[in-house]
């Protein structure tokens, strides 16, 4: 019978943080404060976060220990398995070894209480007892509504209200955790009255829900604000997961070639690549990849070429139905083109050309994702499903090359939440519409002079 | 309600699906700076939004570049100390 899990014991959950900021070639460039223009200083987060999560914030130690009391939490559900997806493999019929990690077995169901949990230990050392944060869909605020129950202290997510009248599991989640979610904007602050007067029937936003969480808790002694992802000491936490994959991996005698993430915030992951990002700056031959979401149109309406897989034109010619590589949305939209809540650190490291970022619209995330269930079984989160679409497009250019291949990614949570996301898939609601002609010309153009197969 | 309003997709800044008509008002009085971005390849959006915002909503929405989440934290952080 093949072997489908490698098992890590208890005991053998890493017992220190990899902290990649020791080990960067060139030196971040640190978040500035947006009214002082001046890299942002201990003093700036001191009014809302902790002063031992700011220090971690700060470090450039390696390795950083992880305290006992969060190891203990972290072996309910750590270490996370690594399985081999045979059956996937299979079905892409590609010259590869794929291998994921599970984050999917924590009771919030991702990669989220990974930090969640070493954030409230932390500030419950620091003395405080509450802390606040905001939450889209609720993966967030699910985690840490969790991690403050394991730690005694009181939680309140302020949750985007458009998300909290969709998401009514995820609030009885925290709830059942002991959080109190508000649907944001909410009459809990100054700032959501203030909102609700104007506007009683807002759907919120994510920069509402923030202004709400910080405000609940300043000037309070006791009470501090948490983040879910993007800054240093959040992928800190999570590197727990790749540092776990390192040794799995040994115990197979397996080498990657290709380590791969979704990217949103940046934390999962980080959590997988960073300690295989210190590989490959010390040499290793890897590459590092964090799958993000586009909106570039379906390929299959442009015409037909071989072009380019990617934006930096380092694929061999692929054939395919394209708009061009380049394809993007008129400047004027280049200020979304990317999604402005990537971690620094990930930020920076595809700068120095140490990470390289794919992007994948969402029909083929989702259709990655469906392969993905009905192949493996687990649903993914469809978050997760940018990863996937990653695995198989480097799964069928290992094909294409006849040129063997082990792929590592992170499976970051499951979507057994977020099931009306699938449904909308497979109703047909997230379809392309035709592109105006001059879009198809500026496409014909473009490939123009590549061969036709 | 227009006619796209309840057409969905999924946001990446909220994690969930969400309506058109949701991120034509995301901002207040403007949509979500992403709106254009996100929602090109399903409908004509940029014509759709210079035909109902006006230059300055225009401007506001679309004339500078996002805020990164810690920008935002800290300028609201700014926001409330100052404010009595």
């Known amino acids: 019978m093949r072997q489908v899990k490698v098992l890590l014991e208890e005991h053998e959950i890493p017992r220190q943080w990899y902290n990649i900021l020791a080990d960067l070639p060139t030196p971040m460039t640190p978040p500035l404060h947006p009214g002082t223009g001046q890299p942002l200083n201990a003093d700036d987060m001191a009014a809302i976060f902790p002063m031992n999560l700011i220090e971690q914030e700060m470090s450039s130690e390696r390795w950083i220990d992880i305290p006992e009391e969060v190891l203990e939490k972290l072996i309910l559900w750590r270490p996370s398995p690594l399985f081999r997806a045979h059956n996937l493999e299979k079905l892409l019929d590609a010259p590869v070894r794929i291998y994921y990690k599970h984050e999917g077995y924590s009771p919030a169901g991702s990669h989220k209480p990974n930090t969640a949990v070493a954030q409230a230990y932390y500030n419950k050392a620091f003395g405080i007892k ?73 759907p919120g936003s994510l920069g509402i829900a923030i202004s709400e969480a910080i405000e609940d808790v300043m000037n309070d002694d006791e009470g501090r604000y948490s983040l879910g992802s993007v800054l240093n000491h959040v992928l800190l936490h999570q590197t727990v997961i790749g540092l776990e994959a390192q040794k799995q991996l040994a115990k197979i005698n397996e080498s990657v070639d290709v380590v791969i993430g979704c990217a949103g915030g940046g934390s999962n992951f980080a959590g997988l690549a960073l300690p295989f990002v210190r590989d490959k700056i010390y040499g290793k031959d890897i590459s590092i990849v964090a799958a993000e979401p586009s909106s570039c149109p379906t390929l299959t309406r442009g015409p037909f070429a071989y072009d380019f897989g990617d ?27 990317r999604y402005h809540g990537m971690a620094p650190i990930i930020s920076h490291c595809v700068k120095e050309n140490i990470i390289e970022a794919r992007s994948f619209n969402q029909l083929e995330t989702f259709d990655a994702g469906i392969r993905w269930a009905r192949s493996e079984g687990y ?14 497009q ?22 057994l939440v977020d099931l009306a996301s699938y449904e909308a898939y497979l109703t047909g609601k997230l379809t392309d519409y035709d592109l105006p002609p001059e879009e198809i010309d500026r496409a014909k153009k473009t490939v123009s002079a590549y061969p036709k197969p | 309600m227009t006619i796209y309003d309840d057409r969905e997709i999924r946001c990446p800044k909220l994690g969930g699906q969400i309506t058109f008509n949701y991120c034509r008002r995301e901002g207040g009085d403007i949509p979500c700076p992403r709106i254009i971005y996100c929602w090109h390849p399903f409908l004509p959006v940029e014509d759709y939004l210079r035909e109902r915002l006006s230059s300055d909503q225009w401007d506001r929405c679309f004339g500078r570049q996002p805020q990164g989440r810690i920008e935002r934290i800290f300028e609201t952080v700014d926001r409330l100390k100052k404010s009595p």
């Open chain 1, 311 to 337: 934006l930096a034109m380092t694929t061999p010619l692929l054939a395919m139905h394209t708009l061009g590589h380049d394809f993007v949305p008129a400047p004027i939209h280049a200020g979304g083109l």
């Open chain 1, 379 to 392: 649903i993914p989160a469809p978050e997760t499903d940018h990863a996937i679409a990653a695995v198989i």
């Open chain 1, 130 to 202: 509450r802390i606040s944060t905001e939450t889209g869909a609720g993966q967030w605020g699910s985690a840490l509504s969790m991690a403050c129950q394991m730690f005694g202290l009181e939680c309140r997510v302020f949750m985007v209200r458009v998300s909290y009248d969709q998401k009514p599991y995820r609030r009885i989640m925290m709830e059942t955790w002991g959080g109190r979610c508000f649907p944001s904007p909410s009459e809990e602050t100054e700032t959501g009255r203030r909102i609700l007067a104007e506007t009683p029937d807002s």
């Open chain 1, 394 to 415: 480097e799964a069928l250019r290992a094909k294409e090359e006849g040129r063997e291949k082990v792929i590592l990614f992170n499976w970051s949570g499951h979507g």
